[in-house]
């Protein structure tokens, strides 16, 4: 069987339970994350984030399209997974950076209004697709809920979830690249990207200490080889 092959059938193995584990995520990024930009919206005071060399970096306009695969990682990095049971520890540490991730953005409120500003004044000169891109992105997310950033926390997960995997160069550069784009498109300042890292590995260790590693060897989880093997469907 063809790496091809042997890819395609990975992402059916267990496909009724990634998805479920899939749509659970997405409901509680949605439920956590918009109410506390709306929230956050209103905050009489913010705090600002120290600028570094690195903030000063340029915009570039095509690098929007490397900041919008976040979801696809997030998805793909799931259904690599070879079963059910290690695609629901990888949400268990998901959901334990999630809370630690939206704490942050209730007790410190910061804002990118300073970089969405820089952004809107070369908007009318970009091309109209990239115009699109960045007025799209904009009015779906709001200029809060910055620190620690939750695409680079969710980005983490996804390369620890796959560190004993063969994935795991893949998704470590797929994250560095999107690091990268978040200061190319003035998504972020540069603190937001080692604050989401630490927030990654940290939800990380939490879900492996009660859970046990997505791709843990069988005997660390202390389950027999049959527990570990995939089931189709």
């Known amino acids: 069987m063809s790496e091809q092959q ?3 059938a990975l992402l059916l193995i267990d496909w009724r339970g ?22 956050q919206s209103r905050a009489e005071h913010y705090y600002d984030i120290p600028l570094t060399p690195l903030d000063a970096l340029p915009l570039l306009p095509w690098t929007i ?7 696809y990682n997030n998805a793909l990095g799931l259904f690599l997974l070879p079963s059910k049971r290690a695609a629901w520890r990888y ?10 991730n939206f704490a942050c953005f209730f007790l410190l409120p910061t804002t ?42 969710n980005c983490v997960v996804v390369a620890l979830a796959h560190w004993r ?22 998504q972020h300042f540069f603190y937001d990207i080692p604050g989401g ?17 997505p791709l843990g060897p069988a005997a660390e989880a ?12």
Not at 19 to 35: E, K, M
Not at 91 to 100: R, S, V
Not at 198 to 210: K, M
Request: aromatic residues 12%; neutral net charge.
């Open 6 to 8: 042997t890819t395609g």
């Open 18 to 39: 990634k998805l479920t584990v899939g749509l659970i995520n997405l409901a509680v990024w949605i439920a956590g994350y918009f109410p506390l930009n709306a929230l």
């Open 65 to 71: 399209l490397i900041y919008g695969t976040s979801v």
């Open 91 to 100: 949400l268990g540490a998901l959901l334990c950076a999630y809370i630690i």
């Open 112 to 153: 990118i209004i300073i970089l969405r500003e820089e952004v809107a004044a070369v908007v009318p000169e970009m091309s109209s697709m990239w115009r699109w891109q960045f007025e799209l992105t904009h009015n779906a997310d709001g200029p809060y809920n910055c620190f620690p950033s939750l695409h680079i926390t």
């Open 165 to 186: 995997g063969r994935w795991r160069y893949w998704m470590l550069g797929w994250a560095v690249l999107i690091a990268f784009s978040t200061l190319t498109t003035k």
């Open 197 to 213: 890292i630490l927030v990654g590995v940290i939800g990380t260790l939490i879900a492996r200490r009660i859970w046990g590693a």
């Open 222 to 233: 202390g389950e027999s080889s049959d527990d570990q093997r995939p089931v189709v469907g």
